[in-house]
T-cell receptor, first 114, second 115 residues
Framework: AQKITQTQPGMFVQEKEAVTLDCTYD???????LFWYKQPSSGEMIFLIY??????QNATEGRYSLNFQKARKSANLVISASQLGDSAMYFC???????????FGKGTRLHILP | GAGVSQSPSNKVTEKGKDVELRCDPI?????LYWYRQSLGQGLEFLIY????????KSGLPSDRFSAERTGGSVSTLTIQRTQQEDSAVYLCASSSPYRGQETQYFGPGTRLLVL
């Protein structure tokens, strides 16, 4: 069975600093994809970034990058130059090739301080 | 419409009543998911439809929960004999069938309150 673990229930970060949100996963699937979503207080789920397990390079999308360490089964999200609008819940998710439903971690609540 | 839609947006019901929640996925998306999110918590997987395959129901918490997807498009999640612990936001998502485009697009959710 697949599993996503986010060990940081909450984080406080000063504005303009970089922040790393941790995500580890467990799967027996030979191929899989990893996702990060942002959920602001409005409740909407916003897709941020995707990393395929066989991608040669770490994914980047603007201020978001995914620090993918396959051997460690970790897929941490890095937000550079944090902004007040980054305050939200962040969810890590994965999908396998065989077990292809998408499951989510419990999330990390990020607070950006002015 | 361009995105995933869900109805109703809010539902208040009495304990013991049945409720139906509806999801309209993005046209052409063969994958459809239902999740439950309790206040301040993560997304709990409920059920997953992929094309014409048998749905993955492994996340349904009890036999009071069921879902169907008609014609490979609209899906209905039914909760029978609702309990107070069923109160949550029910999120629907759909995704493309193509590899590399598995990003899920979420609906706005249905907020269910069982009194």
């Amino acid at each position: 069975a697949q599993k996503i673990t986010q060990t940081q229930p909450g984080m406080f970060v000063q504005e303009k600093e970089a922040v790393t949100l941790d995500c580890t996963y467990d799967t027996s699937d030979p191929s899989y994809g990893l996702f990060w979503y942002k959920q602001p207080s409005s409740g909407e789920m916003i897709f941020l970034i995707y990393q395929g397990s066989y991608d040669q390079q770490n994914a980047t999308e603007g201020r978001y990058s995914l620090n993918f360490q396959k051997a460690r089964k970790s897929a941490n999200l890095v937000i550079s130059a944090s902004q007040l609008g980054d305050s939200a819940m962040y969810f890590c998710a994965m999908r396998g090739l065989i077990d292809d439903k998408i499951i989510f971690g419990k999330g990390t609540r990020l607070h950006i301080l002015p | 419409g361009a995105g995933v839609s869900q109805s109703p947006s809010n539902k208040v019901t009495e304990k013991g009543k049945d409720v139906e929640l509806r999801c309209d996925p993005i046209s052409g998306h063969t994958a459809l998911y239902w999740y439950r999110q309790s206040l301040g918590q993560g997304l709990e997987f409920l059920i997953y439809f992929q094309g014409n395959s048998a749905p993955d129901k492994s996340g349904l918490p009890s036999d009071r929960f069921s879902a169907e997807r008609t014609g490979g498009s609209v899906s209905t999640l039914t909760i029978q004999r609702t309990q107070q612990e069923d109160s949550a936001v029910y999120l629907c998502a759909s995704s493309s069938p193509y590899r590399g485009q598995e990003t899920q697009y979420f609906g706005p959710g249905t907020r269910l309150l069982v009194l």
